[in-house]
């Protein structure tokens, strides 16, 4: 496993396959965009209305967490979140990109908010995302943004498995917890901001490099996205 562009400090490369596929797909390249383009954008930027299950949220409190803000989202398993914070003199609230697993959960979602939803005590509007992302094609699966561990008590933490995933790749936890699983053995479990790349990257770098020849000791599994 490579580390990612951004743990080493590299700008973002853009392989020729895909900008081939970029091109074939029509997308319109921004020459002042640095981020890096995958495969993904590239799949969505056919994305319709119809397919869309990117939702974009405002009216949120500033000091609001991610986690706060998903523990209103209560329609179906989420793919991604980013929080967007507020801009100093331009805007006092914060805002977030969140994108479900199904375009059903981000319509329920847009609904609900319609109702009244409320974060920190502040009401929130929910509208599609105008960045489309297409259903996931994971719809049915096991993975999700929540990754469990397992092990001997006293060989790991959250804080050993921060600095561990940090060697490898950038991301954000939107949670984290810990308890006794059994007699002896603690399980850690780890809320990502996103399916892919983080909590999929997370169980690939930790079966590869940490559980190695581990296998009886440590165990890593998808946990059930409470969203």
Known sequence: FIPSNIVLGQPPVL??????????????????????????????????????????????????????????VHTGKIYSINRCPPEVGVIETAAADIVFITHAAA?????????????????????WNRNKVKESRNASGIESRIIKISGPEGTLSISILEDFFKKYF??????????????????YELGFESIHPQATWARRVFKQHFQGGNQAEFRIWFGPDPC
């Open 107 to 127: 319509k329920a979602f847009i609904a609900e908010a319609r109702t009244g939803i409320f974060v920190r005590g502040c009401p929130i509007q929910v509208c």
């Open 15 to 72: 392989t020729l396959d895909n900008a081939r596929k970029a091109v074939i797909a029509g997308m319109k390249m921004n020459p002042n965009y640095r981020g890096t383009l995958t495969s993904f954008h590239i799949e969505n930027s056919s994305a319709t209305a119809l397919e869309n299950c990117a939702v974009r949220v405002h009216g949120i409190h500033p000091d609001a967490t991610a986690k706060e803000i998903l523990d209103e």
């Open 170 to 187: 950038h991301f954000k936890l939107v949670d984290s917890k810990s308890w006794r699983s059994a007699p002896s053995r603690k399980t």
